[in-house]
């Protein structure tokens, strides 16, 4: 975010900016010494924040900011100021402000003003993200390959920004099927800060695979998967859908409060199978589950991992057991994966010719031209019918 600040003292100018810039290193913060009539134009395009530290502002100072809100719709302002009574606030209300701190300026405030002006500035501006929960039928069914590998796959080769969340909570390793770095943070380590939860926290506690590909781990004590919360899981998506196209969950094998609160949040689900007796009968308790937590039967894509047309059971028989149709089948290439694993590399930079990496490139294909379709949204619709 571009933010500039105005104050007219020095010192306190100094501080401001450096309480910007410990909110986010991404941030570009500009000073401007001086008073608001000082204000120079905007030649190079308006900042998204323009905070005013002034101890008094009079009519002719909420006039011009009133004025710069109407040349530039898009900049928010927060003012800072020693004037707090209920007819100035409402004045700076209809002036456009955002905002009104009182002085001294209180560091913790600041940053959590920021952060609001930023959390909405990001949901206005971009589409939000889908959100894509897999979870096994089953023991060692293949879910946290397939949901790691996706989504590289999604990066990588459809160039979306995708965020993995491993809710494994007890037992997750997600982050070693993609990467060698040890994850600096953990879900739960960012449930015990959600009160300062924001895109600079997440960003910093993800494992960062790609520039557009980051996984939030699972903790490394089991212990800590009792101090996330369902609200946390809100809280996280809430966030996650502002900044990412795609948001991946690895669910894990059990159902419980904070499991069961993201597949409710979750765009779409992806029970991970193989056609074996075992996962075919827990695949079908599992579904029974869905029932009873009312999930559309449309939110629910089966998908058949370690397939091999050569099977005893096959695909049909899967499909009469369930009374729907699979949505995937992965094919079967058990040394490809399990290289990729070991090594901790994904399957597509490890084996591009893989028939694995190749029914994922598919999948992600699929996921991220239905995403575009819909972020077209209604205008396209209507022209569509003009």
């Not at 004025?67 to 100035?88: E, G, H, K, N, R």
């Not at 982050?175 to 770095?181: A, H, M, P, T």
């Amino acid at each position: 975010m571009k933010i500039t600040a105005i104050s007219s003292n020095d010192k306190q100018l100094f501080e401001i900016a450096r309480i910007l810039r410990e909110r986010s290193q991404s941030d570009q913060v500009d000073v401007l010494p001086g008073l608001l009539e000082k204000l120079p134009r905007f030649e190079s395009g308006s900042p998204d924040l323009l905070l005013v530290a002034q101890p008094l502002l009079n009519g002719d100072d909420l006039d011009r900011l009133e004025t710069l809100s109407a040349q530039y719709p898009d900049m928010a302002v927060i003012l800072a100021c020693t004037q707090q009574t209920p007819d100035f606030l409402l004045q700076a209300m209809r002036a456009g402000v955002r905002e009104v701190m009182p002085m001294p300026i209180d560091g913790n405030a600041l940053q959590a003003a920021v952060r609001r002006i930023d959390d909405k500035r990001s949901y206005s501006t971009r589409a939000l993200g889908k959100v894509l929960a897999f979870i096994s039928c089953k023991g060692g069914s293949g879910a946290t390959f397939l949901a790691t590998n996706l989504g590289y796959a999604l990066a990588a080769a459809e160039s979306k920004k995708v965020a993995l969340f491993d809710l494994n909570l007890q037992f997750g390793d997600a982050s070693l099927f993609v990467s060698d770095q040890r994850p600096a943070a953990s879900v739960a380590s960012v449930a015990q800060q959600i009160h300062r939860l924001d895109a600079s926290l997440l960003f910093s506690s993800m494992v960062q695979v790609t520039p557009n590909f980051h996984v939030l781990a699972a903790p490394d004590d089991p212990t800590q998967a009792n101090d996330v919360h369902p609200e946390h899981v809100d809280a996280l998506l809430r966030l996650a859908r502002q900044h990412y196209d795609f948001v991946l969950l690895d669910i894990g094998r059990s159902l419980d409060a904070v499991s069961v609160r993201a597949l409710d949040q979750a765009d779409m689900i992806f029970p991970i199978l193989q056609a074996t007796l075992p996962y075919i009968r827990d695949g079908k308790r599992l579904l029974q589950v869905f029932r009873s937590l009312d999930y559309r039967k449309d939110k629910i894509h089966l998908i058949v991992n370690r397939h091999s047309n050569s099977g005893d059971i096959r695909l049909r028989d899967c499909e009469q057991a369930y009374g729907m149709d699979m949505y995937r089948t992965i094919p079967n290439h058990y040394e490809a994966a399990a290289a990729s694993v070991n090594q901790g590399v994904p399957i597509l930079q490890l084996q591009r010719t893989s028939p694995i990496s190749k029914a994922l490139q598919d999948l992600a294909r699929t996921l991220a031209g239905d995403s575009a379709s819909e972020s077209r949204g209604w205008l396209s619709r209507i022209l569509q019918r003009a």
